[in-house]
């Protein structure tokens, strides 16, 4: 459980980051890009420490995964990106994978 939640703040601080990144981008803000080093710093530090008990093939995947998920969410809602059918489909196979790559976690 310890580190899954260290997998989950891993998650946060990426998508965290990358929101950041691109706020400062459309909007100059250098603290935006501040806010970025530092969480995507956090992110890899909490991912460093997820894999001492997560197989990293695993956590990287949910990491890379659950955060793109996310990360689509926000550019939707906060930044107007358009939504198209490859997107959708993009989404539906990364939950697909995530809920494959969790099932075939809890069988080992």
Known sequence: MFYRLFLLLAILFEVT???SMKYASLHGYQLGHIVMYIM???SYLCLAIAVKQIPIGIAYALWEGIGTI???FFSITL???PMNGQKILGLIIIFASIAL????EKTT
Request: overall charge negative; charged content about 10%; glycine content about 12%.
């Open 17 to 19: 980051g990358t929101i």
């Open 40 to 42: 995507i710093t956090c």
């Open 70 to 72: 996310f990360i689509i």
């Open 79 to 81: 930044f107007n990106d």
């Open 101 to 104: 790559i969790e099932s075939g």
